[in-house]
């Protein structure tokens, strides 16, 4: 049994509305979008885990909450990475120090809990976000212009005051840079971001998170905006990031195809919440939830012979300020019964490691149950 | 007669560096009610062969060379009212990225109608209700062709574009990346309004992506283009049946399969040659795993392997040495 790195517990991000003049004489209620409605999920050591959803379901903003890119509104993300000790060590030693807690307690401290990044104030969050990364979607937008590579991936460590001098900060950035597969690495460092074409570009994306040598990595549709033939490349790398060096990944895409290949467990969301997780292999061949077979079923196909049933779902995203009750998918379900209007499903286990949240899980009289 | 038909079109830019051959001879032919899909990676020409056929070209591209004939006349050759007669009536185009392709500040309805405007003598109520009908072709509720395109979704500014591009009734449509910004879910939406329409307009279409994918669900025809040219040529069942050339096998080989067994799918290592100093030989030569000393040397040409397939490679058909 391999260990978490990341365990997220009833993650909530909702963002307030603000309302208009007459709104605010007419209203005192406060309306929320509420982009994360309460996720949760773990991931484990060298894992891939897979979040997978249309756009504004939630996916990207769970992945930012994590690192605190945006501040989540309540939940716990603990974290249980290596990083975690030496920190948990600082800051239990300066609490007995102030006699807030025995050394006793301190030590049970260190030997067993995961660190809340939600707690944690934003000089130690600096500290924390070495040991966990993000490689953002499009890698057109997310360098800058007129920086050089080596500027660009040199960037964390002068903000993070890593390296004594240029000499050494030059040798880690080389290092970075042949890590994400731009070898070698004096020909990239001191071109500018234009000389370079678009998997070379989320290649620099992947060196600027590796230069601080993290363990957590959090990968927002690292592929979408790549060619097709040059994206295993770019998946090939990731994986060979986890096998050398031991990274963890969140994934994000709304690409089930991909995550099917890529990933060890699948979540897939909805409206904020997920609806269902497990592993890969068994949400693809055996999904249980309508939507996970909605999504599945409009990955086009390579193949013009294979002509399958699609379940092309009316209408799009759904609006997270106006959340609808009961089961929050029934508006657009094919399967919709009274019951899913009125009570939110619970999660159901389908094997020990697979879980859906739907009503007709379990009641084989509904219409359109999945079969055993 | 076909509606249109490509021969040896040869679409360059001038830039700092030298003269880029954007297009270096592409042949194809489309009839009326054919879907025709243009696939190859960023960079290899596909949107340059449908802008050329637009007229559309930036101001440093320029047509070099051969013909592009669309309903009895010489479009590499057409300039000025005549052209502009033509455009948009006969051929019109969904760009890419259509999220961005809209004027923000000009309501949807306004937008729509200008080309009508311009192009037939009715008046603008009559306009109107054409474009409440095309909203209704597309799946949009007519009553919102007074909304700015602020206030329609991304998919829901694809099917604008989309009725923007029927206003005039064309025999030709030329969809550029029609679904790469989108969700896969929209995705299945937009592809198969596009399929209906075809059908029910008898539309002829080209429709250009870099995901075969998407491509095998919507076209009867394919043409994979590398570098500038085409490499294969066929029917989309007999492509993917099929696929001689090298590069028809990377790219086909590159998509992962939800529907098999869960492996990494296959890439293409390398990047596209360089377009002002292409390679002597076959231009894939570099990224082939089957070159030989021959690609380096001499280019292949495109021959016909089987009826109506054809490849540029000296190891299939008739060229195999």
């Known amino acids: 049994m391999t260990k978490d790195v990341l365990v997220v517990k009833n ?36 894992e891939i885990f897979c979040l997978v959803g249309e756009s504004g379901c ?71 976000r070495q040991k966990m990364q993000i490689i953002f979607q499009d890698p057109y937008e997310s360098l800058n212009p007129k920086q050089s590579i080596y500027d660009i991936i040199a960037e964390p460590l002068v903000v993070n005051n890593i390296g004594k001098n240029e000499a050494e900060r030059e040798k880690r950035v080389e290092k970075a840079l042949e890590d994400a597969g731009l070898r070698p690495p004096k ?59 031991g990274l963890s990944f969140l994934f994000i895409t709304h690409d089930l195809g991909v995550a099917y290949v890529f990933s060890d467990r699948i979540g897939v969301m909805y409206l904020g919440k ?22 599945i079923s409009v990955v086009p196909k390579p193949d013009p012979r294979m002509k399958t049933e699609k379940i092309i779902l009316k209408g799009e995203r759904p609006d997270p300020s106006n959340i609808p009750p009961g089961c929050r998918f029934h508006p657009r379900c094919p399967y919709a019964m009274d019951i899913c209007k009125m009570k939110a499903p619970e999660a159901v286990n389908v094997t020990p490691e697979h879980w859906v949240s739907c009503h007709l899980e379990g009641n084989p009289s509904a219409p359109g149950a999945p079969s055993k | 007669m076909a509606l249109l038909e490509v021969k040896d079109l040869r679409t360059y830019f001038k830039t700092q560096e030298g003269t880029l051959k954007a297009v270096d001879g592409i042949d194809f032919s489309l009839d009326k009610g054919q879907a025709m899909g243009l696939a190859g990676e960023s960079g290899c020409g596909k949107t340059t062969a449908a802008l050329s056929i637009m007229k559309l070209l930036p101001a440093n591209g320029y047509i070099a060379g051969g013909q592009i004939n669309f309903m009895g006349q010489d479009m590499a050759r ?77 998919g829901m500014r694809q099917r604008v574009m989309i009725a923007m591009a029927l206003a005039c009734r064309p025999r030709l449509v030329i969809a550029d990346e029609p679904t790469t910004a989108l969700d896969v879910m929209i995705q299945a939406q937009i592809l198969q309004l596009l399929k209906n329409l075809q059908k029910e307009l008898e539309l002829a279409m080209i429709i250009i992506s870099h995901d075969l994918s998407v491509l095998a669900e919507t076209c009867d025809y394919l043409c994979i283009m590398y570098a500038g ?36 799918p296959a890439s293409i290592a390398g990047n596209p040659p360089n377009l002002i100093n292409p390679p002597v030989g076959c231009r894939f030569a570099p990224r082939c795993y089957a070159v030989q000393e021959k690609c380096k040397v001499a280019e292949p040409p495109l021959v016909e392997v089987e009826s109506g397939h054809w490849v540029a490679c000296h190891f299939v ?3 195999g040495a």
Do not use: C
Request: charged share 30%; aromatic share 6%.
């Open chain 1, 11 to 46: 993650l909530h991000v909702w963002f307030p509305v603000r309302k208009g003049f007459v709104e605010g004489l007419v209203s005192k209620e406060q309306r929320w979008v509420k982009a994360v409605d309460g996720v949760s999920f773990n991931i484990k050591e060298r």
């Open chain 1, 58 to 128: 939630g996916k990207t903003t769970t992945g930012k909450a994590i690192l605190r890119l945006v501040e989540p509104t309540g939940g716990a993300v603990r974290y249980f990475g290596k990083g975690r000790e030496v920190m948990l060590k600082e800051m239990t030693r300066d609490a007995v120090a102030k006699k807030k807690i025995t050394q006793a307690q301190a030590d049970k401290i260190v030997a067993d809990g995961g660190l809340d990044i939600r707690t944690l104030p934003k000089n130690r969050m600096k500290l924390m």
């Open chain 1, 187 to 245: 020909d990239f460092m001191w071109r500018y971001p234009h000389e370079t074409s678009g998997g070379q570009r989320q290649r620099i994306g992947i060196a600027g998170a590796l230069v601080l040598q993290p363990e957590f990595l959090v990968a927002d549709e690292p592929v979408s905006m790549l060619d097709v033939s040059i994206r295993s490349e770019i998946l090939k790398l990731m994986l060979d990031l986890r096998e050398n060096k």
């Open chain 1, 274 to 295: 997920i609806v269902e997780l497990g592993p890969s292999e068994d949400v693809v061949k055996n999904p249980r939830h309508p939507y996970t077979k909605a999504l």
């Open chain 2, 78 to 154: 057409v300039t000025g009212d005549r052209l502009r007669a033509i455009r948009w009536r006969d051929i019109s185009i969904v760009f890419q990225g259509a999220m961005n392709a809209l004027n923000p500040v000009k309501r949807v309805g306004d937008q729509i109608v200008e080309p009508i405007l311009l192009h037939e003598k009715i008046d603008e109520d009559k306009a109107m209700r054409r474009v409440k009908e095309l909203f209704e072709l597309v799946g949009i509720n007519p009553n919102r062709i007074r909304e700015y395109p602020h206030e329609f979704s991304g």
């Open chain 2, 229 to 264: 040219k085409i490499v294969e040529r066929s029917t989309a069942t007999k492509v993917f049946a099929n696929g001689q050339h090298p590069y028809t096998k990377g790219l086909i080989a590159a998509f992962p399969n939800i529907k098999g067994e869960k492996k990494m």
């Open chain 2, 317 to 319: 058909g008739n060229g």
